[in-house]
């Protein structure tokens, strides 16, 4: 009976050594916790802040509408992506040989000559020179995206 009741206290043993081993590398550092987290903060703010520098990249300029004033004869060429609404005024297309402007609130293409409904949502698909030319004084329109007004 000797062997065998060093044989149960060596099992006995082993056994309550290997709870305490597991226990004590789980109190170690929980992951996610403070001691461990996941990812640091310094992480995410850097993985915010380059995304965010690639979405105003790939938008082409201003993330909201800029009014911009035109007199008669003045032209308004969008970049590729670029948004306009005619608030005020009277306003026509300028196009390129591949086509005019997405009227996006119509669900049609404009094109040259072809008068500029206001408050229309207008997209410039493509940066080859398309826009709007001001038919006469005091027209306001609304830009977002990049563009250039030239006489």
Do not use: C, W
Not at 63 to 69: H, Q
């Amino acid at each position: 009976m000797n062997k065998l009741l060093k044989l149960f206290m060596l099992i006995v043993a082993v056994t309550v050594f290997s709870i305490f081993a597991i226990s004590a590398s789980a109190d170690v550092a929980e992951p996610g916790s403070e001691s461990d987290p996941l990812v640091t903060k310094s992480y995410v703010d850097k993985a915010l802040y380059n995304l965010k520098q690639y979405v105003d990249g790939k938008s082409g300029g201003s993330t909201s509408f800029e009014i911009v004033y035109l007199e008669q004869g003045q032209l308004l060429i969008g970049d590729k992506g670029t948004e306009i609404i005619l608030r005020s005024g009277i306003a026509s297309v300028v196009d390129s040989d591949k086509g005019g402007l997405a009227d996006v609130t119509a669900g049609r293409d404009i094109t040259k000559g072809e008068n500029v409904n206001q408050n229309h949502l207008l997209i410039v698909p493509r940066d080859d020179g398309r826009g709007l030319r001001a038919e006469n004084n005091h027209v306001v329109v609304l830009v977002k995206g990049g563009y250039t007004v030239t006489n």
